[in-house]
């Protein structure tokens, strides 16, 4: 079970970049990379997916380095918004898949500052 | 419009009344999971099931148990409630498929047993 280590927080203003890099050192061969973005009292939302390289979708970017161990999203000129908890999840959901024990970790709590 | 639902939003109930907590799905999805979250500790799973009478222990199943009579619903069930299972609980469902699938969440149940 591919576990996953993010900071616990990190703190930006309107209009910056913001990328948050998560660590997956025993990542599995069929295992995908997804973000998820939480709002307090609300589920989880999906943001992003990749399985290697460079993921791009109207939100957010998604970097994935050639050994895989790590992952980093990417959210272009954030907004106040924008403050909510990341989760990055590692693990293997597909067709054919028995594998349906997944690990969301703590997540990483962003705050946009105006 | 394509959604989990979880009922009840709130529960307050007293230690040792057994109760249920529903969930349902209108997609069609083959894979649902229950996950608690408590402060500082993230979304931990507690269940899964791949499928119609496929169900499988998560990270935290003592004390929880769950079925999977029929595709659409994954009910969570606490025989004897405790005091430490006091907190905020989601289902997710998912279709398996070819890559990996994201999950779609439920806005979640709030319970406190005292």
């Known amino acids: 079970l591919a576990k996953t280590t993010q900071p616990i927080s990190m703190d930006s203003y309107e209009g910056q970049e913001v990328n948050i890099t998560c660590s997956h050192n025993n990542i599995a061969t069929n295992d995908y990379i997804t973000w998820y973005q939480q709002f307090p009292s609300q589920g989880p939302r999906f943001i992003i997916q990749?399985?290697?390289t460079k993921v791009t979708n109207e939100v957010a970017s998604l970097f994935i380095p050639a050994d895989r161990k790590s992952s980093t999203l990417s959210l272009p000129r954030v907004s106040l918004s924008d403050t909510a908890v990341y989760y990055c999840l590692v693990g293997e959901l597909g067709r054919g898949s028995t594998l349906g024990r997944l690990y969301f970790g703590r997540g990483t709590q962003l705050t946009v500052w105006p | 419009e394509a959604q989990v639902t979880q009922n009840p939003r709130y529960l307050i109930t007293v230690t040792g009344k057994k109760l249920t907590v529903t969930c349902s799905q209108n997609?069609?999805?083959?894979?649902m999971s229950w996950y608690r979250q408590d402060p500082g500790l993230g979304l931990r799973q507690i269940y899964y099931s791949m499928n119609v009478e496929v169900t499988d222990k998560g990270d935290v199943p003592e004390g929880y148990k769950v079925s999977r009579k029929e595709k659409r619903n994954f009910p969570l069930i606490l025989e004897s409630p405790s005091p430490n299972q006091t907190s905020l609980y989601f289902c997710?469902?998912?279709?398996?498929?070819?890559?990996?699938?994201?999950?779609?969440f439920g806005n979640g149940t709030r319970l406190t047993v005292t």
């Open positions: 990749g399985y290697k």
């Open positions: 997609m069609n999805h083959e894979y």
């Open positions: 997710a469902s998912s279709l398996l498929r070819g890559e990996g699938s994201p999950l779609h």
